[in-house]
């Protein structure tokens, strides 16, 4: 928890970077993580992130 808090504050004007980042660690945690689903991955390193509204997408409208 301690390292969310000090990543949201050190993007905290630029969320979209902090998708970007966490979204490698993602990746590399899909391949070692193979018993987790992708949305199980996704909560883990993406859900935290706050992003702005407009940039939320519902991958299911796509």
């Known amino acids: ?3 969310r808090r000090r990543l949201r ?3 905290h ?3 979209e970077k902090l998708t970007i ?3 490698h660690f993602r990746d590399r945690a899909a391949a ?3 018993h987790l689903t992708p ?3 996704d909560a883990r390193f993406l859900g935290w992130i706050d992003r702005p ?3 939320r ?3 299911r409208s796509i």
């Open 9 to 11: 504050a050190l993007y």
């Open 21 to 23: 980042f966490m979204s």
């Open 32 to 34: 070692e993580l193979p």
């Open 1 to 3: 928890m301690i390292f």
């Open 57 to 59: 997408s519902d991958r």
């Open 13 to 15: 004007r630029e969320p």
């Open 53 to 55: 509204s407009h940039q």
């Open 39 to 41: 949305e199980q991955i």
